[in-house]
């Protein structure tokens, strides 16, 4: 048996850390704009909630198919609007 001729190093086989970069995938976008360049920033966070509201949050995520950080964004959201809208 021969062993075939390598065509290079593998660069997914290198830590993405420090040095690695994808400029060998050529890019596609030809100056089109796309959903992922119109995200909105963020931040994590952590909280610590009650386990009926996270539960909740799971239960509401998963039958609307979305995930868990989405669902309780949008209640913050909501909530914080409301808040805004209403002053007590």
Do not use: C, Q
Not at 33 to 58: C, G, H, N, P, Q
Not at 65 to 77: G, M, Q, T, V
Request: charged share 35%; hydrophobic share 25%; no cysteine.
């Amino acid at each position: 048996m021969s062993k075939k001729n390598s065509l290079g190093h593998n660069p997914l086989a290198y830590s993405l850390r420090n040095h690695a970069s994808f400029d060998f995938i050529r890019d596609n976008n030809s100056g089109k704009e796309t959903s992922e360049e119109k995200k909105v920033s963020k931040k994590v966070a952590s909280y610590y909630l009650e386990e009926t509201v996270v539960d909740s949050i799971r239960e509401i995520a998963e039958k609307e198919d979305e995930s868990y950080s989405h669902i309780a964004n949008r209640f913050l959201k909501d909530s914080i609007k409301k808040t805004n809208n209403n002053p007590d």
